[in-house]
């Protein structure tokens, strides 16, 4: 959906964070490609940057182990 920084290499942190996030927090620019979602799904890395917004919590899981990280949901 957006440019974002690619997933992190290398290092012993390998656990990323999933959480839903509503469209309408997020900055227009980025809402503007949502195409009238309510909600997404963020991965952040362990310092809290977003790696990823996709559309569902499993496609989230699936992207993030694909990039050989360990997924963990975050409420």
Do not use: C, W
Request: zero cysteines; aromatic letters at 8%.
């Amino acid at each position: 959906m957006t440019d974002f920084p690619s997933f992190p290499t290398g290092g012993d942190k390998r656990i990323v964070y999933v959480r839903e996030v509503k469209t309408a927090d997020l900055p227009e620019a980025i809402r503007a490609q949502t195409e009238g979602l309510d909600h997404l799904y963020a991965i952040h890395s362990d310092s809290g940057d977003v790696l990823a917004l996709v559309r569902d919590r499993n496609q989230a899981f699936i992207v993030a182990r694909q990039n050989e990280f360990s997924p963990v949901s975050v409420h």
